[in-house]
């Protein structure tokens, strides 16, 4: 470190060892917030209140499962709440969560940069997010939609208004609504894809990329790929519901099954939206939690590219009943197969990740080890499906609903709830419960399995799905699924409690509390407004154990007790960062100065051959700017 | 870190843009007025922003194809049915439609071609006549679409055919040709109202004097999305009216 | 439970093509079983063995690209095998055995109704002889249904505007259970019914038993009305022969006599199989597909209801 910092001269410059959480406050400091930070942050708490209204319409459903009959709630309502969790936990909580939430927040971190390529496009897509949600509560105080998520025709398209035989719920505010979010997550897509070629660190090569950023890039592919064509999959349904365009309504000469050709061909793209992410987490958890790197690291890379190109072949596995010709049929179910090959090569591999490693259990790695369980579960479920004379039966059943639960909770949800864990005191620079984590997790792991265990057998056993009402003797089933479920809502409450205790009082988070070589770990907690005091160049990757000292792993801890044991000290105060003012007293200024070049120091030790700093300016020829440098453009 | 940097003439010159005026060397003032905090150099700005525009543009074209699926599909299904509706269409003002956007599509290239020389005056009088050709074609679009609504050919239950040229009489399916039809222009018809926007939004920025032989990315990224624009009527209007 | 045998995850199994698809059914959940016990085994044996002590460092990850390798391909091998044995029995199950009874099944919100070959009509209770091949004609007159008997192992949906098929053998006497398997609207939870699998003996005496059609006979008044009398009845009465003939003459029209089952050669595009759907299309929407060797589009439009054009497409099928 060349000790040119230069001193803060302008007002609008920010400091470069401010949090991110800290400098400008107030309400206009966040929406117009250009800090890709500050985004997925906002992300986040959208997504998690998606979540939980998501959480309470499933509770609602399982509860009227109680009792044979009714429970709370006639057929409509139930209808409605079927549909509304799922609308609500696809559109607005699974495919942004993991993505625009979390990558938004860590991308660009990992890529040691210092925001993604297209800030404003990036605040863009949040409010067109939330536009969208808007659009979906519009539609449900006008009392939702009744037609699943997946609004096949001409159930969705007729309206009875016009004499039509579909639903007269109000369609048009919710098609509309998907369709809007449909953009948001298309200008995330774009906007990863520009980050991740263009603007990584130097040295940061590809084989060096965290595999969270191949699975945020692969499924970033996919969103730009699939998510238009759901886009004129509904605008197409909304002109037929709207104008009667006769394209998907068999009574104006239209074809319906078309409908599910093109609902599919996103849909089923959509699902790898929603579970590469959370490999991605995973990968990055169990490198860090048994400390050594993931085991055929370009396998597991290429194999969510993999997926993200299978997933556009294998959409007709969903119409297996719906009247296709058998050899369609036949070339469907063969490449559905396919997509068990990277499935498997990432859970193979994971676990190989373990043997000979140096495991510590901390809470991210049991939601880590439940993901590997239970997307196992879910993924050699997945094989029944593919089976065409096993399909037959098994459509449209429980069996079904249990095995996208397991892929989409037992995967993405346990992902997203790890990665939170994992990341949370980068997030927010507190630490949380460990106790009520583990208590949390128990309840969720336990709870999730009764629900969905249980309903893998009323599926086989023939109980079709959306159903309001059923036979007698599947009760008893329905009775120990909604028990799970409420043992599932617990442990996301005790989650939910935690995590709120953390921000109003948990511990300051060192810089590593778990030890990762990664260089998201590098920075400080929070990171300040540029994501790293210095720019980082890489010389190392992600997973790189063996150059790491036991010390420098456990560093973190250290240089935090440091940091407490000397109060007085002016700091670089990430544990306080709303008790800063955007302006630092001369002294203070150098103090912060001082302090920031220790921390970047610090940093280097990683690499005896000094990674960050230090080295002589040509070794760097692409960075020919300090963050710290005025005169840019705000 | 050290600030000796590198003067900023380095790799970008192949992208046709000059080195920025800044003096790079000294206090780091390698960041000119118009390049981002996050970006280090011109270069690295203008091609992440070029990669970002292609990736948009390619969901694009994807936003497009559930339309032309649509259409290869109900072709295939009705033929005749397709012939015999698309004889309805005007292939006089359809074709005059496509010279006008081939040709604003060249004064688009030329606008770039002349924000990257320096020439603020004639990258705005390209902008406007690439506004001018849009609007013609919106207006012919409008001529078209008035005599649709007049004789009745329309998608769906609005689907009541009379006085139609030839003396013909369409099958009793043609209202989806329609409904095809007025998806497929009426997409594309809002796709030139957005380009009309950004053209505009753009030529006011050159008029500010936002752009340089340096920087004119905004004004590439635009011509590239009218491109576009033109190339899907390049395959709408043959689908449509010539086959 | 989680060993529970095939009694426990799978219900009763009442048709011929029941047993292969539970026995795949079995075959894939002992594999998933043991493989789930070996995966998950693994990692708790490897989270137990190497849990983080001090000073033991872990041991830097190789290469191993042949492993790699290896669980790439092995997989694929044995997806290959379960593919090629369950589309095999897919197309055993899909086809219909020769001379199967027709039996027609329409949904309607929010029911079941069925036609057999003599034009009685049932709704939500089904009659079948056992041990005799049936052959399911499904149609909807409203949105998409789904027609599922769980103990025959069949679903399939009943698509507005088309018709598909599902061929089956029923082989146990007893009672099955019909669900609607797609999502229909408020009561879908309650569009169920009951297929009763009998002896040949009872099925006649029940056929023999049910009400005729007479409703749909219209004028015929004739005791003995099936739906091809009664298609034939609407086919005089529309005015049909004036074009097309049913004796193999040429007329404005193709003659109708053995049309059914047959490629036909049109103006444009692709031969056509002369199946339910192209018959319907034809009457519904005659100019969308023209016959070869015709170029009258004159034929005028009509408006049947779905049980007329039914038995209409009955009537054609009977002029063999």
Same mark, same amino acid.
């Given at each position: 470190?060349?000790?040119?910092?230069?001193?803060?001269?302008?007002?609008?410059?920010?400091?470069?060892?401010?949090?991110? *959480?800290?400098?400008?406050?107030?309400?206009?400091?966040?929406?117009?917030?250009?800090?890709?930070?500050?985004?997925?942050?906002?992300?986040?708490?959208?997504?998690?209140?998606?979540?939980?209204?998501?959480?309470?319409?499933?509770?609602?459903?399982?509860?009227?499962?109680?009792?044979?009959?009714?429970?709370?709630?006639?057929?409509?309502?139930?209808?409605?709440?079927?549909?509304?969790?799922?609308?609500?936990?696809?559109?607005?909580?699974?495919?942004?969560?993991?993505?625009?939430?979390?990558?938004?927040?860590?991308?660009?971190?990992?890529?040691?940069?210092?925001?993604?390529?297209?800030?404003?496009?990036?605040?863009?897509?949040?409010?067109?997010?939330?536009?969208?949600?808007?659009?979906?509560?519009? =539609?449900?105080?006008?009392?939702?939609?009744?037609?699943?998520?997946?609004?096949?025709?001409?159930?969705?398209?007729?309206?009875?208004?016009?004499?039509?035989?579909?639903?007269?719920?109000?369609?048009?505010?919710?098609?509309?609504?998907?369709?809007?979010?449909?953009?948001?997550?298309?200008?995330?897509?774009?906007?990863?894809?520009?980050?991740?070629?263009?603007?990584?660190?130097?040295?940061?090569?590809?084989?060096?990329?965290?595999?969270?950023?191949?699975?945020?890039?692969?499924?970033?592919?996919?969103?730009?790929?699939?998510?238009?064509?759901?886009?004129?999959?509904?605008?197409?349904?909304?002109?037929?519901?709207?104008?009667?365009?006769?394209?998907?309504?068999?009574?104006?000469?239209?074809?319906?099954?078309?409908?599910?050709?093109?609902?599919?061909?996103? =849909?089923?793209?959509?699902?790898?939206?929603?579970?590469?992410?959370?490999?991605?987490?995973?990968?990055?958890?169990?490198?860090?939690?048994?400390?050594?790197?993931?085991?055929?690291?370009?396998?597991?890379?290429?194999?969510?590219?993999?997926?993200?190109?299978?997933?556009?072949? /294998?959409?007709?596995?969903?119409?297996?009943? !719906?009247?296709?010709?058998?050899?369609?049929?036949?070339?469907?179910?063969?490449?559905?197969?396919?997509?068990?090959?990277?499935?498997?090569?990432?859970?193979?591999?994971?676990?190989?990740?373990?043997?000979?490693?140096?495991?510590?259990?901390?809470?991210?790695?049991?939601?880590?080890?439940?993901?590997?369980?239970?997307?196992?579960?879910?993924?050699?479920?997945?094989?029944?499906?593919?089976? *065409?004379?096993?399909?037959?039966?098994?459509? %449209?059943?429980?069996?079904?609903?249990?095995?996208?639960?397991?892929?989409?909770?037992?995967?993405? /949800?346990?992902?997203?709830?790890?990665?939170?864990?994992?990341?949370?005191?980068?997030?927010?620079?507190?630490?949380?419960?460990?106790?009520?984590?583990?208590?949390?997790?128990?309840?969720?792991?336990?709870?999730?399995?009764?629900?969905?265990?249980?309903?893998?057998?009323?599926?086989?056993?023939?109980?079709?799905?959306?159903?309001?009402?059923?036979?007698?003797?599947?009760?008893?089933?329905?009775?120990?699924?909604?028990?799970? =479920?409420?043992?599932?809502?617990?442990?996301?409450?005790?989650?939910?409690?935690?995590?709120?205790?953390?921000?109003?009082?948990?511990?300051?988070?060192?810089?590593?509390?778990?030890?990762?070589?990664? *260089?998201?770990?590098?920075?400080?907690?929070?990171?300040?407004?540029?994501?790293?005091?210095?720019?980082?160049?890489?010389?190392?990757?992600?997973?790189?154990?063996?150059?790491?000292?036991?010390?420098?792993?456990?560093?973190?801890? !250290?240089?935090?007790?440091?940091?407490?044991?000397?109060?007085?000290?002016?700091?670089?105060?990430?544990?306080?960062?709303?008790?800063?003012?955007?302006?630092?007293?001369? %002294?203070?200024?150098?103090?912060?100065?001082?302090?920031?070049?220790?921390?970047?120091?610090?940093?280097?030790?990683?690499?005896?051959?000094?990674?960050?700093?230090?080295?002589?300016?040509?070794?760097?020829?692409?960075?020919?700017?300090? %963050?710290?440098?005025?005169?840019?453009?705000? | 870190?050290? +600030?000796?940097?590198?003067?900023? +003439?380095?790799?970008?010159?192949?992208?046709?843009?000059?080195?920025?005026?800044?003096?790079?060397?000294?206090?780091?003032?390698?960041?000119?007025?118009?390049?981002?905090?996050?970006?280090?150099?011109?270069?690295?700005?203008?091609?992440?922003?070029?990669?970002?525009?292609?990736?948009?543009?390619?969901?694009?074209?994807?936003?497009?194809?559930?339309?032309?699926?649509?259409?290869?599909?109900?072709?295939?299904?009705?033929?005749?049915?397709?012939?015999?509706?698309?004889?309805?269409?005007?292939?006089?003002?359809?074709?005059?439609?496509?010279?006008?956007?081939?040709?604003?599509?060249?004064?688009?290239?030329?606008?770039?071609?002349?924000?990257? +020389?320096?020439?603020?005056?004639? +990258?705005?009088?390209?902008?406007?006549?690439?506004? $001018?050709?849009?609007?013609?074609?919106?207006?012919?679009?409008?001529?078209?679409?008035?005599?649709?609504?007049?004789?009745?050919?329309?998608?769906?239950?609005?689907?009541?055919?009379?006085?139609?040229?030839?003396?013909?009489? $369409?099958?009793?399916?043609?209202?989806?040709?329609?409904?095809?039809?007025?998806?497929?222009?009426?997409?594309?018809?809002?796709?030139?109202?957005?380009?009309?926007?950004?053209?505009?939004?753009?030529?006011?920025?050159?008029?500010?004097?936002?752009?340089?032989?340096?920087?004119?990315?905004?004004?590439?990224?635009?011509?590239?999305?009218?491109?576009?624009?033109?190339?899907?009527?390049?395959?709408?209007?043959?689908?449509?009216?010539?086959? | 439970?989680?060993?529970?045998?095939?009694?426990?995850?799978?219900?009763?199994?009442?048709?011929?093509?029941?047993?292969?698809?539970?026995?795949?059914?079995?075959?894939?959940?002992?594999?998933?079983?043991?493989?789930?016990?070996?995966?998950?085994?693994?990692?708790?044996?490897?989270?137990?063995?190497?849990?983080?002590?001090?000073?033991?460092?872990?041991?830097?990850?190789?290469?191993? #690209?042949?492993?790699?390798?290896?669980?790439?391909?092995?997989?694929?091998?044995?997806?290959?095998?379960?593919?090629?044995?369950?589309?095999?029995?897919?197309?055993?199950?899909?086809?219909?055995?020769?001379?199967?009874?027709?039996?027609?099944?329409?949904?309607?919100?929010?029911?079941?109704?069925?036609?057999? @070959?003599?034009?009685?009509?049932?709704?939500?209770?089904?009659?079948?002889?056992?041990?005799?091949?049936?052959?399911?004609?499904?149609?909807?007159?409203?949105?998409?249904?789904?027609?599922?008997?769980?103990?025959?192992?069949?679903?399939?949906?009943?698509?507005?505007?088309?018709?598909?098929?599902?061929?089956?053998?029923?082989?146990?006497?007893?009672?099955?259970?019909?669900?609607?398997?797609?999502?229909?609207?408020?009561?879908?939870?309650?569009?169920?019914?009951?297929?009763?699998?009998?002896?040949?003996?009872?099925?006649?005496?029940?056929?023999?038993?049910?009400?005729?059609?007479?409703?749909?006979?219209?004028? #015929?008044?004739?005791?003995?009305?099936?739906?091809?009398?009664?298609?034939?009845?609407?086919?005089?009465?529309?005015?049909? @022969?004036?074009?097309?003939?049913?004796?193999?003459?040429?007329?404005?029209?193709?003659?109708?006599?053995?049309?059914?089952? #047959?490629?036909?050669?049109?103006?444009?595009?692709?031969?056509?199989?002369?199946?339910?759907?192209?018959?319907?299309?034809?009457?519904?929407?005659?100019?969308?597909?023209?016959?070869?060797?015709?170029?009258?589009?004159?034929?005028?439009?009509?408006?049947?209801?779905?049980?007329?054009?039914?038995?209409?497409?009955?009537?054609?099928?009977?002029?063999?």
């Amino acid at each position: 470190m060349a000790a040119v910092t230069t001193p803060h001269t302008g007002h609008h410059e920010p400091d470069p060892t401010e949090s991110y *959480l800290g400098g400008e406050t107030g309400i206009k400091s966040w929406i117009f917030t250009l800090d890709h930070k500050r985004i997925g942050v906002m992300y986040l708490i959208s997504v998690t209140i998606a979540f939980l209204m998501g959480g309470v319409f499933a509770l609602l459903v399982r509860t009227e499962h109680l009792s044979h009959g009714r429970t709370i709630m006639d057929a409509d309502t139930y209808n409605r709440m079927f549909s509304l969790h799922g609308v609500v936990m696809v559109f607005l909580f699974i495919i942004p969560s993991i993505p625009a939430a979390m990558g938004n927040i860590i991308l660009p971190i990992q890529l040691g940069t210092k925001d993604v390529a297209f800030p404003r496009l990036n605040l863009m897509s949040l409010y067109i997010y939330i536009i969208g949600a808007c659009f979906g509560l519009y =539609s449900m105080v006008h009392g939702g939609v009744d037609t699943g998520w997946t609004f096949y025709t001409p159930y969705s398209s007729s309206d009875p208004a016009h004499g039509g035989v579909g639903t007269p719920a109000a369609v048009l505010p919710m098609t509309l609504a998907a369709f809007i979010m449909g953009f948001s997550s298309i200008l995330t897509g774009v906007n990863f894809i520009a980050t991740v070629h263009k603007m990584r660190a130097p040295g940061l090569t590809w084989r060096r990329l965290p595999l969270f950023i191949w699975a945020l890039y692969a499924t970033s592919i996919i969103q730009v790929l699939a998510t238009p064509v759901l886009a004129i999959t509904l605008l197409l349904l909304t002109m037929e519901r709207f104008l009667g365009l006769g394209i998907f309504d068999p009574h104006l000469g239209g074809d319906p099954v078309l409908y599910q050709h093109f609902f599919w061909f996103y =849909s089923h793209p959509a699902v790898y939206i929603m579970i590469v992410p959370g490999m991605g987490v995973v990968s990055e958890i169990i490198a860090t939690f048994a400390r050594r790197e993931v085991v055929g690291y370009m396998f597991v890379a290429m194999s969510s590219l993999g997926l993200a190109l299978v997933g556009f072949l /294998v959409w007709g596995h969903h119409l297996f009943v !719906a009247g296709m010709s058998e050899y369609a049929a036949m070339v469907f179910s063969a490449l559905t197969f396919l997509v068990a090959i990277p499935s498997g090569v990432k859970v193979f591999n994971w676990v190989a990740t373990l043997y000979k490693g140096s495991i510590s259990l901390e809470s991210p790695m049991l939601w880590g080890l439940g993901f590997i369980f239970l997307f196992t579960i879910g993924g050699l479920t997945g094989l029944f499906l593919g089976m *065409l004379a096993v399909d037959v039966h098994l459509h %449209d059943t429980y069996f079904v609903v249990a095995h996208f639960h397991y892929v989409m909770v037992g995967g993405t /949800v346990m992902g997203f709830v790890g990665g939170l864990h994992y990341w949370w005191p980068k997030f927010t620079g507190k630490m949380y419960d460990e106790k009520m984590a583990r208590v949390g997790f128990a309840f969720v792991f336990v709870g999730f399995n009764v629900t969905f265990l249980t309903q893998f057998v009323i599926g086989s056993r023939g109980m079709p799905r959306r159903y309001y009402n059923y036979l007698p003797e599947y009760e008893l089933g329905h009775q120990i699924s909604t028990i799970g =479920s409420y043992l599932l809502g617990l442990g996301f409450f005790v989650l939910l409690v935690m995590f709120i205790q953390s921000l109003r009082n948990g511990k300051p988070a060192p810089r590593n509390p778990w030890g990762s070589a990664a *260089l998201e770990w590098q920075t400080p907690s929070p990171p300040p407004l540029y994501n790293f005091i210095t720019d980082p160049i890489i010389t190392r990757g992600p997973y790189d154990y063996h150059l790491a000292t036991e010390a420098e792993l456990d560093e973190g801890w !250290a240089e935090l007790d440091a940091r407490l044991a000397a109060p007085k000290k002016a700091h670089v105060d990430h544990d306080k960062p709303h008790a800063h003012g955007t302006s630092l007293s001369g %002294d203070d200024a150098t103090a912060a100065k001082l302090d920031a070049d220790a921390e970047a120091g610090k940093d280097t030790t990683a690499d005896p051959d000094g990674k960050m700093d230090d080295a002589d300016p040509d070794a760097k020829p692409e960075k020919k700017s300090d %963050d710290s440098d005025d005169g840019e453009k705000d | 870190m050290s +600030t000796e940097a590198t003067p900023a +003439t380095d790799a970008h010159d192949d992208h046709g843009h000059g080195a920025p005026d800044a003096p790079a060397a000294g206090h780091g003032h390698a960041h000119p007025k118009w390049l981002a905090h996050h970006f280090d150099t011109p270069a690295q700005q203008f091609d992440t922003a070029k990669l970002g525009m292609w990736a948009f543009l390619i969901q694009e074209l994807l936003f497009f194809s559930g339309l032309f699926v649509c259409y290869g599909i109900y072709r295939s299904w009705y033929p005749h049915m397709f012939v015999e509706s698309s004889h309805q269409l005007n292939k006089l003002m359809g074709g005059a439609n496509t010279i006008v956007l081939l040709f604003s599509s060249l004064t688009a290239a030329l606008a770039v071609r002349s924000s990257q +020389t320096g020439n603020k005056q004639a +990258t705005s009088r390209f902008l406007i006549i690439t506004m $001018l050709c849009a609007c013609a074609f919106l207006v012919i679009k409008f001529f078209e679409y008035r005599h649709k609504f007049e004789t009745g050919c329309l998608p769906g239950p609005y689907f009541h055919p009379h006085e139609l040229s030839h003396g013909a009489t $369409l099958p009793g399916n043609a209202h989806i040709f329609y409904s095809i039809y007025f998806m497929m222009t009426g997409v594309h018809g809002v796709h030139v109202l957005i380009g009309i926007g950004v053209i505009f939004w753009v030529w006011r920025r050159n008029e500010r004097g936002d752009f340089s032989k340096e920087y004119f990315t905004p004004v590439d990224l635009v011509a590239l999305y009218w491109h576009l624009v033109d190339l899907v009527w390049i395959y709408l209007f043959p689908l449509l009216y010539l086959i | 439970m989680i060993l529970a045998p095939e009694t426990f995850q799978l219900p009763r199994s009442m048709s011929a093509e029941a047993p292969s698809g539970d026995a795949l059914y079995m075959d894939i959940y002992w594999f998933s079983l043991v493989f789930l016990v070996l995966i998950t085994g693994a990692m708790l044996y490897f989270v137990v063995k190497y849990r983080r002590k001090k000073g033991v460092r872990p041991e830097r990850t190789r290469d191993l #690209t042949k492993l790699e390798i290896f669980w790439t391909i092995t997989p694929l091998i044995f997806l290959v095998i379960i593919f090629h044995v369950s589309f095999e029995t897919y197309v055993k199950n899909a086809t219909a055995a020769e001379g199967a009874m027709e039996i027609r099944v329409r949904g309607k919100k929010w029911s079941w109704e069925f036609e057999y @070959p003599n034009g009685s009509r049932e709704a939500k209770e089904l009659t079948l002889p056992v041990n005799k091949p049936v052959k399911f004609i499904l149609s909807s007159d409203d949105v998409i249904h789904s027609f599922f008997v769980r103990e025959f192992r069949v679903k399939r949906d009943a698509v507005p505007g088309q018709y598909s098929y599902i061929a089956v053998t029923p082989t146990e006497l007893g009672d099955a259970q019909i669900f609607c398997a797609e999502f229909c609207g408020t009561s879908h939870s309650d569009m169920l019914g009951t297929v009763h699998v009998v002896t040949d003996e009872q099925f006649r005496k029940h056929l023999d038993e049910m009400d005729k059609m007479p409703e749909v006979c219209g004028d #015929t008044g004739k005791e003995q009305c099936t739906p091809a009398l009664w298609g034939r009845t609407l086919f005089v009465k529309n005015g049909c @022969p004036t074009c097309h003939s049913v004796d193999g003459s040429k007329g404005n029209a193709p003659s109708l006599k053995g049309v059914f089952g #047959t490629l036909q050669p049109l103006t444009q595009g692709p031969d056509v199989m002369a199946d339910e759907n192209y018959v319907r299309e034809s009457i519904l929407r005659p100019q969308a597909k023209i016959v070869k060797g015709f170029t009258n589009t004159q034929m005028p439009l009509f408006v049947f209801k779905d049980p007329q054009t039914d038995a209409l497409i009955a009537y054609v099928k009977s002029l063999k």
